[in-house]
């Protein structure tokens, strides 16, 4: 027990460190005969990795294995399986030789019904995997189905109407041009990093933390009279306040490895999005000094008293009480950095634990600098009426994000209260009430709010123009609402006016005919960077005509709240053996996807013929230049 929360604690390290699971299982059951199985388990390991065996010496690593979970004497089987020939080889982490498995692993038995009726069994699969640094600990359930074709008779939870209609979504693929279905795409991690960055910065600027940089600096220099104390107890603080950011994060990993798609779920849910937009709204509120968001006083105090025994504990209490005490305004930013990174289609964890980290950064880096350097706390403009006018600038920004989240879920349920215009006049609305409150009452000489108040004036006047031409604002894709969504009315509502098709077979049967090659285009309403793609990309001419004479785009919608048709809806087991319902067309589409490219983010471009031949890798977000040269390679193979 000790030993599997020794390694379930080290799990959740890992995460950070490697977006692909270590170990992929999928399993095979062969009928031998009326009540005689053959059940196998394949196990793809990593490069790098190792998967232990069922006989791996208990002092080492945790074992490999298999229990099976409803065997009510049902049938008789064996928790101890046939494996492939392991290595016996010197273990880093453990310093010892071990029984493992490396690039693959098989574990293979027989075993007879004792129920003929029976039609499902559940096992569950314990495991842990190491590479030279870092070890991982699983726990996977399987819900078999031993023939397909048989209806299910335990609990009777998914029929067999439904597992037809689960096999029809699987395509006919071939993909012998290439490997694998590894996506050709670009992280964007180092964005998100700046931005938590800038965050971070802004945040240092607010009346809740900028008044506490001398004072806490002070605190360190007057409390060790050896300058390398203090500069230490600085270091320690700094590093403690960028620990506790990244440790806001650390749940949505858990939450993204249980199922790879439901950070992408959660940003495009139309209650989630609501949410956000009141949550926002009250943020907006707040800033303009109605009231104050606070965090419980009981936890600031018992967090105060913890910090006032000296040595790192206390020191990491002083960083802890700085996150508390500053919530009121750090809060609105964080749930701005929050919102930004699940609402990525790539990685949304990873990118939140980036941003989480750049914020943390900024905010320990004055600490840090000035305890260093004492000489420049001189230097630092004193608290003033500024502070106040950036918290109140600030609030019209929340409020501007908050018709954003609004915005997704308009899209999301098709109100059409929020067109493209709409949207524009209401920020052009907001960033002129900005800025106007920065000319309030200025002084003739020029200053800081006097440039703000032209910079968001002139910002105003750059939206304004989206109304006349949408090429206007295409710096601004993916935040406004996409070009076809519009009061005036359009010859379609596809991206740039292509043709395109929103169910695959209707697609695929206008390629047959046109002879055409389909864009399978797996896409989101409220995707931001499905709407840079379309706006930035896929409107530069070359790329246009090249998708408008070879091409026929099928765009698939994995956030279409759309009900489908009760004869179309089914449930289906996952592969950890939980029920999925498919209701609406963008779960299908989801499935589809997954299914087909085991892939469940968005923007995703598949190249394929009717036939089902996928002419090259699929692509995501990508350059300008390496989405043309995608396109024409796809183009030339078909030609083959």
């Known amino acids: 027990m000790i030993k599997n929360i020794f390694f379930g604690f080290i799990s959740l390290l890992s995460l950070n460190s490697q977006e692909k699971e270590p170990v992929s299982w999928s399993y095979e059951v062969v009928k031998v005969n009326n009540l005689e199985y053959q059940i196998s388990f394949d196990a793809e390991i990593i490069d790098g990795w190792k998967l232990y065996s069922q006989f791996s010496p208990e002092e080492g690593s945790v074992a490999t294995s298999f229990k099976f979970l409803n065997n009510d004497n049902s049938y008789d089987a064996s928790e101890i399986f046939n494996e492939d020939p392991y290595i016996i080889g010197y273990d880093n982490v453990f310093k010892m030789d071990l029984f493992y498995f490396e690039h693959k692993a098989s574990f293979n038995q027989s075993f007879r019904l004792k ?38 008779i335990q609990d009777d939870i998914v029929s067999l109407n439904d597992i037809t209609k689960y096999n029809s979504l699987e395509l006919d693929l071939d993909k012998t041009s290439y490997d694998s279905f590894d996506v050709i795409q670009s992280s964007n991690y180092f964005e998100i990093f700046i931005f938590g960055l800038l965050a971070g910065f802004l945040a240092l600027l607010t009346p809740c933390i900028f008044p506490m940089i001398p004072l806490t600096v002070s605190y360190f220099i007057d409390q060790n009279k050896l300058k390398y104390n203090s500069l230490i107890s600085a270091s320690l603080y700094g590093s403690f306040i960028i620990l506790i950011y990244i440790l806001l994060s650390v749940p949505f990993h858990l939450f993204d490895s249980l199922n790879p798609n439901i950070l992408n779920t959660i940003s495009t849910n139309v209650y989630v999005n609501i949410s956000f937009f009141i949550v926002f709204i009250l943020f907006a509120i707040s800033f303009f000094g109605y009231f104050d968001i606070v965090i419980p006083s009981n936890l600031i105090s018992g967090s105060e008293k913890k910090s006032e025994k000296g040595g790192v504990v206390g020191i990491f209490f002083m960083s802890l009480t700085l996150a508390l005490v500053s919530f009121s305004c750090t809060g609105p930013i964080l749930g701005s950095l929050l919102a930004g990174s699940l609402s990525s289609t790539q990685s949304g964890a990873m990118q939140l634990s980036s941003g989480m980290f750049g914020f943390g950064l900024a905010l320990a880096l004055p600490f840090t ?206 592969q950890s053996g939980n029920i999925q319902y498919v209701n609406n067309v963008g779960r299908r589409w989801s499935l589809f996807q997954q299914v087909n490219f085991n892939n469940a983010s968005q923007p995703y471009y598949v190249a394929m013929l009717p036939s089902g031949k996928v002419l090259s890798e699929p692509i995501q977000y990508s350059s300008e230049e390496n989405f043309k040269n995608w396109l024409e390679s796809s183009i030339n193979e078909s030609t083959k």
């Open 369 to 574: 600098f000035l305890a260093f350097y004492p000489k420049y706390l001189s230097v630092i403009p004193k608290s003033g009426i500024w502070l106040k006018k950036l918290k109140v600038s600030l609030g019209f920004i929340e409020l501007a994000l908050a018709f954003k989240f609004l915005s997704n879920a308009d899209l999301v349920e098709g109100w059409g209260i929020l067109k493209r215009e709409t949207f524009i006049i209401i920020w052009v609305i907001i960033f002129l009430l900005l800025s106007v409150y920065l000319f309030k009452s200025q002084a003739k000489k020029i200053n800081l709010k006097n440039i703000f108040g032209w910079i968001f004036l002139i910002f105003s006047m750059y939206l304004s123009s989206g109304l006349i031409s949408s090429k206007n604002v295409r710096f601004l894709s993916g935040i406004l609402p996409p070009e076809f969504y519009s009061i005036e009315n359009k010859a379609n509502d596809c991206p740039l006016g292509l043709n395109c098709f929103k169910d695959f077979e209707d697609g695929k049967k206008y390629a047959i005919e046109n002879d055409k090659i389909i864009l399978l285009d797996f896409t989101g309403w409220a995707c931001a960077n499905c709407r840079r793609m379309e706006e930035n990309v896929w409107s530069k001419p070359v790329i246009f005509n090249l998708l408008d004479n070879n091409f026929i785009i099928i765009s698939l919608y994995v956030d279409d709240r759309s009900q489908l048709p009760q004869d179309q809806a089914f449930k289906y087991l996952n």
């Open 115 to 152: 129920n003929k009726d029976l039609n499902q069994i559940k096992i569950e699969i314990d495991y842990s995997s190491c590479d030279d640094e870092l070890c991982i600990f699983r726990n996977e359930t399987f819900n078999i189905v031993l023939d397909k074709n048989k209806k299910i």
